[in-house]
């Protein structure tokens, strides 16, 4: 069936080093996605956002990346830092009715070695 | 400014028990959101509020799942008759009018014993 998912459960670096976090959604009428990060016993916070017209989109050290052709999106998190451990989630928004629900993928747990 | 709050922040009921869950959304968001997030996985959709109304609750799992928002801001999910499948966080979510970023709250830990 349809669904947003992430090709890796886990991902551990070194402090310093690049991140990149990767998804695949199946939707392709979905117009737009959300990056969010989740740490033990928080709600997801939010990251950076892209819609479909777009294919890049930079925020402070946080890169995402569209790619409509293969349905893929990635995170990129330059020079990662210990804060940066956490779960991250693609979510992906599909109009429906005039409703903004998103649909969530499993997530990635990033690990920053020191 | 105050974010998204819920309340309680963990409930442990027992089997067969109701229980309310209440969520505080951000001042001016006309829109909330309910989700459902069990351990390792990511956040489900529940049911969304526009105002007063749920515009879309596709995603309540059966008719025990009821939730309201008489006034336009808080909001309550009812469970009836809980059951351990029950267990889980669950989040809530405003947002402004429109398609755009929703800030969620911290969750209620619902464990049903």
Same mark, same amino acid.
Request: glycine fraction near 12%; proline fraction near 5%; charge should be neutral.
């Given at each position: 069936?349809?669904?947003?998912?992430?090709?890796?459960?886990?991902?551990?670096?070194?402090?310093?080093?690049?991140?990149?976090?990767?998804?695949?959604?199946?939707?392709?009428?979905?117009?737009?996605?959300?990056?969010?990060?989740?740490?033990?016993?928080?709600?997801?916070?939010?990251?950076?956002?892209?819609?479909?017209?777009?294919?890049?989109?930079?925020?402070?050290?946080?890169?995402?990346?569209?790619?409509?052709?293969?349905?893929?999106?990635?995170?990129?998190?330059?020079?990662?830092?210990?804060?940066?451990?956490?779960?991250?989630?693609?979510?992906?928004?599909?109009?429906?009715?005039?409703?903004?629900?998103?649909?969530?993928?499993?997530?990635?747990?990033?690990?920053?070695?020191? | 400014?105050?974010?998204?709050?819920?309340?309680?922040?963990?409930?442990?009921?027992?089997?067969?028990?109701?229980?309310?869950?209440?969520?505080?959304?951000?001042?001016?968001? +006309?829109?909330?959101?309910?989700?459902?997030?069990? *351990?390792?996985?990511?956040? #489900?959709?529940?049911?969304?509020? !526009?105002?007063? %109304?749920?515009?879309?609750?596709?995603?309540?799992?059966?008719?025990?799942?009821?939730?309201?928002?008489?006034?336009?801001?808080?909001?309550?999910?009812?469970?009836?008759? +809980?059951?351990?499948?029950?267990?889980?966080?669950? *989040?809530?979510?405003?947002? #402004?009018?429109?398609?755009?970023? !929703?800030?969620? %709250?911290?969750?209620?830990?619902?464990?049903?014993?």
């Amino acid at each position: 069936g349809e669904s947003v998912g992430l090709h890796l459960p886990t991902l551990s670096v070194q402090e310093g080093d690049n991140s990149i976090i990767n998804c695949a959604y199946s939707n392709s009428a979905s117009d737009y996605f959300i990056w969010y990060k989740q740490e033990s016993g928080k709600g997801p916070q939010f990251i950076i956002d892209i819609r479909s017209n777009m294919d890049k989109r930079q925020g402070q050290r946080v890169t995402v990346l569209l790619n409509k052709t293969v349905k893929h999106l990635s995170l990129q998190i330059a020079a990662t830092q210990p804060g940066d451990s956490a779960v991250y989630f693609c979510a992906e928004s599909r109009p429906q009715g005039g409703s903004e629900k998103l649909v969530f993928g499993k997530g990635t747990k990033l690990t920053v070695n020191p | 400014g105050a974010g998204v709050s819920q309340t309680p922040s963990n409930k442990v009921t027992e089997k067969g028990k109701y229980v309310e869950l209440r969520c505080d959304p951000i001042s001016g968001h +006309t829109a909330l959101y309910w989700y459902r997030q069990s *351990l390792g996985q990511g956040p #489900e959709f529940l049911i969304y509020f !526009q105002g007063t %109304g749920a515009a879309d609750d596709s995603g309540l799992p059966n008719d025990r799942f009821f939730a309201v928002r008489p006034e336009g801001s808080v909001s309550t999910l009812k469970i009836q008759r +809980t059951e351990r499948g029950d267990s889980a966080v669950y *989040l809530c979510a405003s947002s #402004e009018q429109g398609p755009g970023e !929703q800030y969620f %709250g911290p969750g209620t830990r619902l464990t049903v014993t």
